[in-house]
């Protein structure tokens, strides 16, 4: 009965973990404004949304982003310019 009661906790648990945002720094390597995304120069891309402007982004740019992963993509949520 213990052991069902960790599994069930577990269950319910991991989606919520894997919610939490993370945070990334980096220099961008490339701009998609089709795709709305951004490269960094770790080869990562992540999703822009509504309300970060590509128009402002350039590449070469060191950056600060927070995201979360959402259906399979990385999506901003916060970017901020780094020096």
């Known amino acids: 009965m213990k052991s069902q009661m960790?599994?069930?906790?577990?269950?319910?648990?991991?989606?919520i973990s894997?919610?939490?945002a993370a945070h990334v720094s980096g220099t961008i390597s490339a701009i998609s404004k089709n795709a709305?995304?951004?490269?960094l120069s770790?080869?990562?891309t992540y999703t822009l949304p509504e309300g970060i402007?590509?128009?402002k982004l350039r590449i070469g740019e060191k950056v600060r982003l927070t995201y979360a992963d959402k259906g399979?993509?990385?999506?901003?949520?916060h970017l901020v310019p780094q020096k």
């Not at 399979?72 to 949520?77: E, L, N």
Request: glycine share 10%; proline share 3%.
């Open 18 to 20: 894997a919610a939490f």
């Open 53 to 55: 402007e590509d128009t």
């Open 72 to 77: 399979g993509k990385a999506v901003v949520s």
């Open 36 to 39: 709305d995304t951004i490269t």
């Open 6 to 15: 960790i599994i069930a906790a577990m269950l319910v648990l991991a989606p």
């Open 42 to 44: 770790g080869g990562k």
